[in-house]
Structure formats: structure tokens, C-alpha cells
């Protein structure tokens, strides 16, 4: 959608106004695009957690995870 307005007819009041207006909106849509990014890996790492729960896998520092069959052959 294009927006056809002339600003060169406006006031500097006006101008000001819109261009706060626009910062609002962007910082708005950053904010709920890190909000959305946040929760997706919450999800990401819950699920994963969940996989290697099932598959008898223990946690170990953050990254790795290891069975305990990998566990015992060290």
C-alpha cells in the first residue's frame, strides 16, 4: 500500500507528529518480533528437551546432551 501524501505541504507540527507516529509503529513491531523470536525458542528448547528425556538422554553444560550409554562407555 503506497502512501501517496505530500509533505512538503505540511507544517513542521505536523511533520513531527507523523514521524513520532511512524517510530511508535516500528518500535511496536520490533518489540512483538523479539517477543515472537523469544518464544519460538522457548519452544524450540522445550521440545528438544523433551526428545532427549525420551530417549534417555541427560543434559550435560548447555549444549550437549549425552546417553547414558555414552555416559558409561567414558
Known sequence: MTNKMDYA????????????KLKRQSLTG????????????????ARASK?????????EHSLSYVTDEQRSAE
Open 9 to 20: 505541504q505540511w507544517t513542521l507540527e505536523a511533520l513531527r507528529a507523523e514521524e513520532n
Open 30 to 45: 520490533n518489540v512483538l518480533i523479539g517477543f515472537l523470536a523469544a518464544c519460538r525458542r522457548c519452544a524450540d528448547a
Open 51 to 59: 526428545y532427549c528425556s525420551e530417549q534417555g538422554a541427560k543434559k
